[in-house]
């Protein structure tokens, strides 16, 4: 194959854009390359993304899943592209690349695939060991020096629970509105709601919040102790994991959250109350519903798992109390 054409125009320090590449091939090469490559793409699932340069070839093509797992390569001639010693240039090349292609493929490539990802699975979990040991022994020795009960001692606010909720919705629909687990359920979404947006807003410039006395402290760095005048004391690193692991509310339903923070003070009556309440709720239904990836927002609130607490928004938003 020659392809002294290719090599000075695409030189080492230059390599060629997607679309380079295409428009060199001379036309019915170029078509027979994007049918070779869709075969790969749909049949074997591996992909031109591997692309590099070789001193015999110039910039070549792998063919690769993740990992760089490479089925094969593409060099590119003047005249044709090569696959697996084949020169395509006609449909009789074409189809004798695409047997060969198969070949290749049921010689065990998924086999080398799988052993790959289990590899590299295995060295994950490795390293999270490993850096977990060291975490827990940088702890340890903090522990040492410092009052446990004192350390590292987070409360958040909790979450309200389908029961509670249920039955705010049940009183309401019978006309016997309970006030008291009114104001109930809608403090405790109030100061959830409020400690997150606190804690967030603290978070973002590298602040903690001291969980007994509401002081802002100001942590060294992220494993540095921050020590409070009230005797607590606490690192950025537990403290933004601790939020997370708590679900604090956050993300991007946070406008919904601090809008309902910021609402809730100016409430007076209970009608008032209820239609803020609703509202929250009708937020946290519309987002389960519009099924869009990533964690539903009402478990930032409410106590249950995602299916249950699905469950239920349907069953208020149905009114089938
Ligand atoms: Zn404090």
Known sequence: MTNSQWQSRFPKQYAPAYEELLAFLPAKVRSYFISFNDEMNCTYRVYNKWQRYENDFGWVYGYCRNYRCELLSVSIGDDCFCVLGIEVRDEESLGLALQKAKEVYESGYEDR????????????????????AREKEHMDRLKETLDPERFNRFKWASKVSRSKLIRLYQSEAQGLLDENLLDDVGYSFYTRCKQAKEARKAMEKGQIVCH??????????????????????????????????????????????????????????????????????????????????????CVNLIEGTHAQLRDMLEMLAGHQL
């Not at 695939?113 to 977990?132: E, S």
């Open 113 to 132: 695939y799988a052993r790959l990802v289990a590899a590299k699975k295995a060295d994950q979990i490795q390293r999270t060991r490993v850096r977990l």
């Open 212 to 297: 007994t006395c509401d002081k802002a402290l100001m942590p060294a760095d992220d494993t540095a102790v921050a020590f409070c005048p009230c005797g607590y004391s606490y690192t950025y690193r537990e403290y933004r994991r601790s939020c997370n692991a708590a679900n604090m509310p956050g993300g991007r339903a946070d406008p919904v959250f601090r809008s309902f923070a910021e609402k809730w003070p100016g409430c007076k009556s209970s009608t008032e109350k209820m239609l803020l309440i609703d509202w929250l709720v009708h937020e946290c239904h519309v987002t389960i519903m519009s099924g869009e990836k990533g964690r539903s927002v």
